[in-house]
């Protein structure tokens, strides 16, 4: 989860404003006018880890090209929305798994999608409420039941027949 490391990167004296794209591969700190660059460098280094680098400033500058072109950089209180993102992106992509392989309708292809975007965010609210997880892994840990969720979400229109399918092959779905 983003929020936690934009929030360590906040609290570095010297830092404005810290930021990630939207892969949460790159960050950018905004420092306050005076900041000691290499001591904020040094302290991001420690909230990130040992595996952080400074980017080379060729790549910085295409970083910030595309950030003027729209590419989204976001603070800790905007972070959500890349879960928002995410689970509409997921959901669509599993309810069109599940009717490729199951011959949903659409009405009950809409309906999936729909059960699994709630309970998705649902999880995803929940987690960024504790302070996010170390790792991204959770979600495997927890997709089952986010799926039996889903299923029970969606008991309308999908016929009790077709849930129960549903309900086998939607856990199957979220892999490594």
């Known amino acids: 989860m983003l929020a936690p490391v934009l929030a360590r990167l906040d609290a570095i004296p010297g830092v404005a404003v810290s930021r ?5 591969r790159f960050f950018w700190l905004a420092l306050e006018e005076g900041a000691d660059a290499t001591q904020v460098v040094a302290l991001a280094g420690g909230a990130l880890g040992e595996a952080s680098r400074l980017l080379t400033k ?16 976001l603070a800790k209180d905007e972070v959500m929305t890349l879960s928002f993102v995410e689970s509409r992106i ?3 992509r599993l309810a069109g798994e599940i009717e490729r392989r199951t011959g949903l309708t659409p009405e009950e292809r809409e309906a999936i ?7 998705l965010i649902a999880c995803l609210e929940r987690v960024h409420g504790e302070g996010g997880r170390r790792s991204s892994g959770w979600i495997y840990a927890e997709w089952p039941a986010i799926a039996g969720a889903a299923v029970e979400r969606c008991s309308q229109p ?5 849930r129960r399918q549903i309900a086998d092959l939607l856990p199957t779905l979220l892999t490594r």
């Open 20 to 24: 990630t794209d939207a892969s949460g």
């Open 58 to 73: 060729a790549q910085a500058e295409a970083q910030l090209a595309a950030h003027r072109r729209g590419d989204p950089w």
């Open 90 to 92: 997921l959901s669509v």
């Open 113 to 119: 999608a729909e059960a699994i975007r709630l309970e």
């Open 158 to 162: 999908v016929e009790p027949v077709l």
